[in-house]
């Protein structure tokens, strides 16, 4: 559960104390690092090694292993390596050294930075690649302020819907943005052509069901199984 004023606790795991927002049910509490820690092995994995193009492949990629939950910090990470790595594989001159570095900073932003941080990591993410694309730092203008420009985009749009957390719908509508970001400033574009069946509905108690933009996708995978099995 998460609590609007952050307490005293120490992790589960490594027994690390900090000030925290979010707890289970019976009270116990896991720092972003272990949280973590399984889930960017897997992204740094999947990121270095695919050859996809496509930012939702890579997104469905993901998402699809085991050690990645449907919700959690692990998406502030994914964000810029599937980003740089979408872009590596497009022809954009980005090196491995490139995609670990925007996973690592994607990794600091902490869980909850949607509502306590007011900005999904999502859309911090996507801020995160572009600066590593423009090799921006706070003294480069240019640079500094196109990878600002992004978040600012992927942001807003994020924001137009109006529900709680939901990773898998913000980071497709991030990199759906992405790809129109990409169009525009860099010489290649980075797909996100790539469709999205929603099928944790289910199990996600925050759903907004036909608010959503990935409603009308849901179980098609599923669906698309059946009526080959009919056939």
Request: proline share 3%; charged share 20%; aromatic share 4%.
């Amino acid at each position: 559960s998460y609590n609007t004023k952050a307490v005293k606790a120490g992790c589960h795991y490594c027994g690390q104390e900090c000030r925290a927002n979010i707890r289970c049910p019976d009270g116990h509490f896991v720092c972003d690092h272990c949280h973590q820690k399984e889930g960017l092995a897997i992204i740094r994995q999947i990121c270095l090694n695919s050859k996809k193009t496509d930012m939702v492949a890579l997104l469905k990629e993901i998402r699809g292993q085991q050690a990645i939950p449907m919700h959690g910090p692990e998406h502030h990470a994914m964000l810029p390596g599937i980003i740089l790595a979408a872009a590596k594989n497009s022809g954009l001159g980005v090196s491995c050294g490139d995609i670990l570095t925007g996973i690592e900073r994607g990794s600091k932003v902490p869980g909850g930075a949607c509502g306590f941080l007011g900005s999904c990591g999502a859309a911090t993410g996507v801020g995160i690649a572009f600066s590593v694309l423009f090799e921006a730092t706070p003294l480069t203008p240019g640079g500094r302020q196109q990878a600002q420009a992004a978040t600012a985009r992927a942001l807003a749009k994020i924001a137009e819907i109006k529900g709680g957390r939901c990773c898998q719908r913000e980071t497709y509508i991030a990199l759906r943005e992405v790809a129109q970001i990409s169009a525009e400033l860099l010489t290649k574009t980075i797909g996100a052509a790539d469709t999205l069946a929603c099928s944790q509905y289910h199990d996600n108690r925050e759903c907004i069901r036909k608010q959503c933009l990935l409603w009308e996708t849901r179980d098609q995978q599923q669906t698309a199984a059946l009526q080959f099995i009919r056939m």
